[in-house]
């Protein structure tokens, strides 16, 4: 199984950014995909999950702001970011979830300036 997460970068505070997972060797239609993220020197955080029948969560600091969606058909999950803000800067991490299963991407770092 490998995830492989993509899209981070640089941008001004209240610009946009859409991060890319592809998932590899899993039944993706299974899994529960998120997205996490780790600022320097604070815990890793849930930012967005999606459940198999498409029920969403969202931390509350980005609701309103970021988006999960995914594509099937390319295995793929995506993590719409608007708005984002100087606190939104961490690596992000997607991750895979069924049962006992946890899998986790590389990161991608994002970083947002004022």
């Known amino acids: 199984v490998q995830l492989q997460a993509s899209g981070g970068g640089s941008v001004l505070a209240g610009g946009s950014l859409r991060l890319s997972c592809v998932a590899s060797?899993?039944?993706?239609?299974?899994?529960?995909l998120g997205w996490y993220r780790q600022a320097p020197g604070k815990q890793r955080e849930l930012v967005a999950a999606?459940?198999?029948?498409?029920?969403?969560n969202y931390a509350d600091s980005v609701k309103g702001r970021f988006t999960i969606s995914r594509d099937s058909a390319k295995n793929t999950v995506y993590l719409q970011m608007n708005s984002l803000k100087p606190e939104d800067t961490a690596v992000y991490y997607c991750n895979g979830q069924w049962y006992r299963s946890d899998y986790w991407g590389q990161g991608t770092q994002v970083t947002v300036s004022s």
């Open positions: 999606l459940t198999p029948p498409g029920i969403t």
């Open positions: 060797g899993m039944t993706f239609s299974l899994y529960t």
